[in-house]
């Protein structure tokens, strides 16, 4: 069955006929270029398709290319596409990428694609889209992700994305399409994806050093239906800005990490604290650049964490300088948490938000979702509970609705103290600073942690609940096919509800990360049928993650497009074509010759 027409996906709904540059080897300068693989070259290598020939640009793990300049020689708006040879196994790498450019544009957009593989081991050049953009004048910078990783320039210096650029496709728009488009960018009503980046993987992976590499995390939103980006800030007292507060991620004097990925998320931090560069200052500017909200992310619960992610406490640490604020659980033993049930606790992390809010910020918000709890048996507590009810906690069923509910007014005592400092920081801003908490989906599951959230909703003290998953302890991964975590709407039946006849939006997070585009609809879909107006994407981005230009991410971006969605159910749901096509020879190797094993 066909796709609907009323489907914009990619460039399949535009008539024009297609201009492939197939010869990248015309790219400059050409000194950057070599026919043979060598470290800081990008090797040029013929292939052939069915339809098309030329010469592709490739670079390996530990290649790290130069950037080059390849002329487009095309004037007004056209579709942008990038054929490429995906990766097919980890020996190849984590992922694909490519960061581009054209010319003219102020920052990198960053194309990568996880591995992919046909079920008959042939080999398919992928096409990826970009973008719509006006390409007169413009050239187009091709580049490779490269993160140094040891000394000197020979090899093993540098950990690189590998990258394979095929050809660029362009598409000329009509007028009529191009009167279409404009008005398809301009509808508010398809605003309701946001967005959320952890502010560590990019560095992790990629060991982020510049303005510009911090950038290209937030140039894949132009063309999309995001609103918002909600960028973490920190959690506990360690924090992705330049705090004067709390700890910095550099974490000095700490040489040997468990994972290579969170040494060169220090060494980033260390590159951008020598060069006085903030990169939580850097992103909110870019995000409000292309149009996006910017929310600032707290995890609440992030004072202490266990091996082998034990890094984190290197240094003078507010969880060691304070145990008398630890917590409790039913037997009196001290556990590896922070308790808000202590005032402090609270007012010192009222002080990082209030340091956050110092910033253009449109938003902060509360992440409860990441290694709660944050409240438990804490002796204060117990006293005062035994004290109004005259029993101790601790002798009650976990799931005492009374002591449930006294335990709760902790955090929603938190959460009055979040708004009303937010308020206090917005009085002199156009808007006010919104108040967001990543929560659970279900009553009990969030009274278990200590969420009390209809009291919430009832004295206006949060503007947006992002419910994580439908499972108890936030666990966002289910084994069922398609493994959605919204299988039904009624599994948000108890938010719909809590924010009936109130301001207050539910945005339920979408998971697992990785999903056909066909089940991102369906997922939508359900969300939709369950009254929500908006979806969450938790790590939809952070070196490419979700916001990758791949067949799955052209879809996700345009899930705010109800009228498609619907359109495409009762079209009987077809399968959404992913572009490509077989690559019939490789650098002379003629590919229907198999080698098996």
Not at 277 to 285: K, N, Q, R, S, Y
Not at 362 to 371: Q, S
Not at 574 to 596: F, I
Request: contains cysteine; hydrophobic residues 40%.
């Amino acid at each position: 069955m066909a796709v609907p027409l009323t489907d914009r996906i990619g460039d399949a709904w535009l008539s024009g006929t297609p201009r492939y540059l197939t010869d990248l080897d015309r790219a400059e300068p050409a000194s950057a270029i070599r026919s043979t693989p060598e470290l800081r070259h990008w090797r040029a290598m013929s292939y052939r398709t069915d339809s098309l020939s030329g010469t592709m640009l490739a670079a390996g793990l530990e290649t790290a290319a130069p950037t080059v300049r390849l002329p487009l020689d095309a004037r007004g708006l056209h579709a942008i596409s990038i054929g490429t040879v995906p990766i097919r196994t980890p020996a190849e790498g984590l992922t694909l990428g490519m960061p581009l450019k054209l010319s003219g544009d102020d920052a990198y957009s960053f194309l990568t694609m996880e591995a992919y593989r046909r079920p008959d081991h042939g080999v398919d050049v992928v096409e990826m889209y970009w973008k719509v953009a006006d390409l007169t004048g413009q050239a187009l910078d091709i580049g490779q992700a490269s993160a140094r990783a040891g000394e000197g320039d020979g090899a093993g210096a540098f950990a690189c994305a590998a990258a394979r650029v095929v050809y660029i496709k362009l598409v000329p728009l009509t007028d009529a399409e191009i009167a279409a488009w404009r008005a398809d960018q301009a509808r508010a009503d398809t605003r309701r994806l946001f967005a959320h980046n952890d502010a560590h993987f990019a560095q992790y992976l990629f060991r982020l050093t510049s303005a510009d590499d911090v950038r290209r995390e937030i140039e894949q939103y132009h063309e999309s239906d995001f609103s918002r980006m909600y960028w973490e800030a920190g959690g506990g007292d360690l924090m992705s800005y330049f705090s004067s507060i709390g700890r910095r991620h550099t974490l000095d004097g700490l040489e040997d990490y468990g994972r290579r990925g969170d040494r060169m998320h220090a060494e980033s931090w260390r590159v951008f604290r020598d060069a006085g560069v903030d990169p939580f200052d850097v992103a909110l500017e870019q995000t409000h650049a292309v149009g996006l909200e910017f929310h600032a992310g707290y995890r609440v619960a992030g004072f202490q964490y266990p091996p082998p992610l034990d890094h984190h406490n290197h240094g003078d640490t507010y969880f060691v300088r304070h145990p008398e604020f630890y917590g409790e659980d039913r037997e009196g033993n001290r556990t590896p948490r922070i308790s808000y049930s202590y005032p402090e606790v609270r007012e010192f992390v009222l002080s990082l938000l209030r340091e956050m809010a110092e910033r253009p910020i449109d938003g902060v918000c509360l992440l409860y979702n990441r290694r709660p709890p944050v409240v438990e048996y804490e002796l204060p507590l117990v006293e005062e509970f035994a004290r109004e009810f005259g029993c101790d906690p601790r002798t009650l069923p976990e799931d005492d609705p009374d002591w449930l509910a006294y335990r709760a007014g902790t955090l929603t005592q938190f959460m009055r103290d979040v708004r009303a400092a937010m308020d206090e920081a917005s009085r002199d801003r156009p808007r006010r600073i919104a108040v967001s908490a990543i929560v659970a989906a279900s009553e009990a599951e969030n009274l278990m942690q200590g969420l009390d959230l209809a009291t919430w909703v009832r004295e206006g003290l949060v503007d947006t609940l992002i419910p994580y998953s439908a499972r108890t302890n936030f666990r966002p991964f289910f084994n069922e096919p398609g493994g959605m975590v919204w299988t039904d709407s009624e599994q948000l039946r108890f938010l719909a509800e809590t924010v009936a006849d109130s301001s207050c939006l539910v945005a339920p997070n979408v998971m697992p990360r990785s999903m056909s585009a066909e089940d991102y609809r369906r997922q939508a879909a359900t969300i939709y049928a369950a009254g929500a107006e908006h979806l969450f994407f938790w790590d939809s981005a952070g070196g490419g993650c979700r916001a990758n230009f791949g067949h799955e991410w052209n879809v996700l971006r345009r899930l705010g497009h109800v009228d498609e969605i619907q359109a495409w159910l009762e079209a009987g749901e077809p399968e959404l074509p992913r572009p490509s096509m077989p690559l019939r020879e490789w650098d002379g190797w003629d590919l229907s010759y198999v080698t098996p094993g």
